[in-house]
């Protein structure tokens, strides 16, 4: 399991934590296992964006999505969540055994990473997909982007 590793790799006398140009004290280290119902349902969840969600490069933002209709636009968000769904099912070596099926309520924005502006996406959708709180979705996840909670009723 990474995380464990990760996590034993710091000793208790280790007092800080450098990534990329961020150096970050540790004033506490705790892990915690919690089951989670994962992949493909039977039925439709709602999903919030808590973070931005960073869907498209630049070049794809400005030489695709822009230059589409308002439907064609949706529907390139829609497939571009679901292959994000894939990637990550992929990474955590499960298969998914059917379609997935996804409908977004989506408004664009941007954020800043390294000091560019990128073009981002917050919102909502809906997918027959289970998903664990606070995983993240698409681009640069591990700097907080894309950061999903499911939406209670």
């Not at 590793?5 to 990534?19: D, H, V």
């Not at 822009?66 to 636009?73: A, D, F, P, S």
């Not at 700097?143 to 939406?151: A, L, N, P, Y």
Request: aromatic share 14%; proline share 3%; with cysteine.
């Amino acid at each position: 399991m990474k995380v464990w590793k990760f996590f034993r790799k710091f000793s208790t006398n280790t007092k800080k934590i450098e990534l990329d140009e961020s150096t970050y004290e540790i004033l506490e280290k705790k892990v915690s296992f919690k089951e989670q119902e994962f992949g493909l349902s039977d039925k439709f969840h709602t999903y919030s964006f808590e973070t931005p969600w960073f869907a498209l490069n630049q070049e794809n933002f400005t030489d695709k999505y822009k230059k589409i209709g308002t439907n064609e636009q949706k529907e390139l968000l829609r497939k571009t969540l679901v292959g994000n769904i894939l990637s990550m099912s992929k990474s955590l070596g499960y298969t998914v055994p059917g379609q997935i099926k996804c409908e977004t309520n989506l408004r664009p924005g941007s954020s800043r990473m390294k000091g560019v502006e990128i073009a981002t996406f917050k919102g909502k959708f809906m997918v027959n997909f289970l998903i664990p709180d606070y995983f993240g979705l698409g681009k640069s996840v591990s700097r907080g982007f894309g950061t999903v909670k499911r939406c209670s009723l």
